[in-house]
């Protein structure tokens, strides 16, 4: 039997046009096209916006690891999970500094500042995080933060102090949300993405497979991150790590056929977009990832942990760049200059 290609997902080679009106029929029928016509037809699409041989290198840091008080079924750093991680307090800015700059030396790009809270305060360790950023924007890295919901005016203090960024995954559907989260709700998250589009922060919102969603979960997560007013400008793809002590902490392994999927359905529907091969990659050999790069994901990050899940050695990332003759892509492509600031000094 000859598969045809349905004649609306054969257009989208070639209409450059940015859709945010998308239906959960049409981005079924992406998903589900057969693997090796679905990494093809995200390829062309990757190649009509980004250089294929460029990706995006990352580093996350805890700045402030554990106790948090939510109650998320795949996250190691909740205080009612009965994990190995131990609560630290905010780590200070210096420090913070000191880590930026070994990440830039590295190759890093852009550095994202994680801390384990519910939501950001109007207080001195808020303070200290807006140093963060001023001194991390002072080397020319492109800076993130994740530091869960914050308001309006939060959001423009950080765009004020310089932050490029924000990170806040929606982490899986509307309808499969309340099994993973209680503690906050989806309106919470969207509410949040849309403080930090207000303040004119780039957004960064994606999500994780393998907690037990079905294929309709994903389908609809990624139904409502290309049905923004603007699409996400980062689309992290991450694949549970499950964590022991968590409630997920049984779950199996997804196949990285099911992440490129995922990865190249988001590419064809958020076309502009830096799609992130997150979590889940020490898993991944050389051949895997080179599909998944192969499939439209053109950011990754690097460092041997990602908040306080393992990560891919770094001496292993050089080697996988250069097996793959990729190289990192630089900071503001996209013609924004970063908001100038003196660099706070970093004591060494």
Known sequence: MIYLLPQR???????????????RKEITDIYNTP?????????????????????????LLSVKTGGCPEDCAYCPQAARYHTNVKVHKLMEVDEVLDAAQRAKESGSTRFCMGAAWREVR???????????VKGVNGMGMEVCCT???????????????????????????????DDIITTRTYDDRLETLGSVRK??????????????????????????????????????????????????EDQERVSVWEMIRMIATA???????????????????????????LAGANSIFAGDKLLTTPNPEEDADKQLFQTLN??????????EAPVKFEQIPVHV
Request: with cysteine.
């Open 267 to 293: 590419r064809i529907i958020m076309p502009k977009a830096m799609v992130r091969l997150s979590a889940g990659r020490v898993r991944m050999n050389t051949e895997e990832q080179a599909l998944c790069f």
């Open 35 to 59: 693997i090796l016509e679905l990494i093809y037809q995200a390829a062309t699409v990757h190649r009509q916006h980004h250089d294929p041989q460029e990706v995006q290198v990352c580093t």
């Open 147 to 177: 530091l869960g919901m914050l308001t309006d005016s939060q959001a423009q203090k950080l765009k004020e102090a310089g932050l490029y960024a924000y990170n806040h995954n929606l982490d899986t559907s509307e309808e499969f949300y």
């Open 326 to 335: 990729i190289r990192p892509r630089p900071s503001f492509k996209n013609g």
């Open 122 to 132: 109007d207080n001195r360790d808020f303070d200290k995080v807006l140093d963060m």
């Open 9 to 23: 997902l054969a257009r989208i080679t070639t209409d450059s046009m940015i859709r945010t009106d998308w239906t």
């Open 199 to 248: 303040a004119g922060i780039s957004v960064c919102s994606g999500g994780i497979i393998g907690m037990g969603e079905q294929q309709e979960d994903r389908i609809g997560m990624l139904l409502t991150l290309a049905t923004l007013p603007e699409h996400p400008e980062s689309v992290p793809v991450n694949a549970l790590v499950p964590v022991e002590g968590t409630p997920l």
